[in-house]
Nanobody
Framework: QVQLVESGGGLVQAGGSLRLSCAAS????????MGWYRQAPGKQRELVAR???????KYVDSVKGRFTISRDNAKNTVYLQMNSLKPEDTAVYYC?????????WGKGTLVTVSS
């Protein structure tokens, strides 16, 4: 089992930046995929970015060139650097991983981007 705790959300003006962190309660060294998802009001949860232990990265098209996902296995933490934020990035951001066939989610951190 692993617990995931997100932090770093908040209110920011359009064009600003935030850095989200996802701290895992167990070692992520052998966890292949760590990901960030988001859910905006009235919308389905969507994948924002994911990263593998080998460094393979995938982004949703809407954040390419603006967001950067990274992982620090020594700190059991995954990060999401978000630059050039837009009002449409407003959502609750969740950290996710799959371990032994089970999905694990954090409780989320709210990001609000004002215009």
């Amino acid at each position: 089992q692993v617990q995931l705790v997100e932090s770093g959300g908040g209110l920011v003006q359009a064009g600003g930046s935030l850095r989200l962190s996802c701290a895992a309660s167990a070692s992520i060294f052998n966890i292949n995929v760590m990901g960030w998802y988001r859910q905006a009001p009235g919308k389905q949860r969507e994948l924002v970015a994911r990263i593998t232990t080998g460094g393979l990265i995938k982004y949703v098209d809407s954040v390419k060139g603006r967001f950067t996902i990274s992982r620090d296995n020594a700190k059991n933490t995954v990060y999401l650097q978000m630059n050039s934020l837009k009002p449409e990035d407003t959502a609750v951001y969740y950290c996710n991983t799959v371990l032994s066939g089970m999905d694990y989610w954090g409780k989320g951190t709210l990001v609000t981007v004002s215009s």
